[in-house]
């Protein structure tokens, strides 16, 4: 059996404009969205800001009624069995508050256990456990006001974790982490995979999807637009090339010039230190360069570098524009 059966889920939001003329708009936030996941698979949802994502998983986790279509959690229907899903599944949103500054990490999870109804047997075992886990063993007596935000969103994921859910629905758990804190937390996710436990995820990080995930849905306008292995979203790109020149600031203009040149597929322009990168996709690899070369004159232009296509650029011609990163 699939622990996640979605079929043509759909929500739309309704949100009032205006203070005395008031009129409703309706904001699509899921169209039309339909996967499913293995149960032990960890699956990813990517998509740009505003695609959906953490719509989707709200109503996954039950936290909000689908407009249209139906999805199943282990078996169980997410508006008919909500109550028999939900303890079984547990969920992060990223960046979320929902833990007590003023108590220590070990009180937290013991405040946590008593309102899930955990017995004390198992809250005794399971607290050092989950502090393991996490890697606050050695901090968990400290209160969470004094944590670091990679140590809180740890502390996230052992609450979560408290009644041993086979299902975690993690909506970019590692938002804000800083390089290491976001190693450790894909370390996280990785043994709780080996647990067995079933997990989607989504994620802004390719290469972090590319170096978790299973399988990988992309969703653009509350649809899924590609849904493949990282292996097999990246033939996506097979036939391209990308170009990465370093630039010192380029105008917009420049980019719509590049964008039109017809041996050019995609590009975006990536934040790096106090230069920029002009990401390039393009089938005709170096023999571009002097070309696009032409196309930004006048510009101070650093290194030039041909390489492969990664999992971050499948993604930039599924969505399509030009992402800021
Ligand atoms: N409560 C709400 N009321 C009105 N519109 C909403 C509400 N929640 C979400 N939306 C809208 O639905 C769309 C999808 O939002 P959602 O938060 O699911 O996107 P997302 O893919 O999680 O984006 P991000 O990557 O920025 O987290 C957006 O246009 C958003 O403004
Ligand atoms: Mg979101």
């Known amino acids: 059996m699939n622990a996640i059966e979605v079929q043509n889920l759909r929500r739309v939001f309704r949100t009032t404009l205006g203070v005395f003329k008031r009129s409703t708009k309706e904001v699509v936030a899921v169209e039309d969205v339909s996967f499913s996941v293995a149960s032990g698979e960890l699956f990813g949802l990517l998509g740009p800001n505003g695609a959906g994502k953490t719509t989707s998983v709200k109503m996954l986790t039950t936290l909000l009624i689908p407009t249209a279509g139906s ?28 833990l007590y500054w003023r108590l220590s990490a070990i009180d937290n999870l013991r405040y946590f256990a008593t309102l899930y109804k955990l017995e004390p047997e198992v809250t005794k075992k399971r607290i050092p456990y989950l502090l393991e886990l996490v890697g606050l063993s050695d901090r968990g007596r400290e209160k969470v006001e004094g944590y670091s935000r990679g140590m809180k969103q740890r502390l996230h994921i052992a609450r979560t974790l408290l009644h041993d859910p086979e299902l975690l629905f993690l909506d970019e758990p590692s938002i804000g982490l800083d390089p290491v804190a976001a190693r450790e937390m894909r370390q996280i996710v990785l043994n709780l995979q080996s647990e067995k436990k079933t997990i989607l995820l989504t994620t802004h990080y390719m290469f972090e999807a590319d170096a978790l995930c299973q399988r990988i849905a992309v969703i653009n306008h509350g649809c899924i637009i590609a849904l493949d292995t ?41 934040n790096r230190d106090q230069k920029q990168a002009l990401i390039v996709q393009s089938p005709r690899g170096s023999e571009a360069v002097p070309d696009l070369m032409t196309a930004l004159a006048g510009l101070r232009v650093g290194r030039v570098d041909v390489r492969e296509p990664t999992l971050e650029d499948a993604y930039v011609r599924l969505v399509g524009g030009r992402h800021d990163a």
């Open 71 to 98: 999805a199943r959690i282990l078996g169980h229907d997410v508006v008919k069995d909500a109550e028999a899903i939900r303890p079984r599944i547990g969920f992060i949103f990223g960046g979320e508050r929902g």
């Open 230 to 270: 990282p292996a097999g979203l990246k033939k996506h790109v097979q036939d391209l090339s990308v170009i990465e020149i370093e630039v010192f600031g380029v105008p917009q203009n420049t980019l719509d010039q590049v964008q039109a040149l017809p041996f050019v597929d995609a590009v975006s322009v990536e």
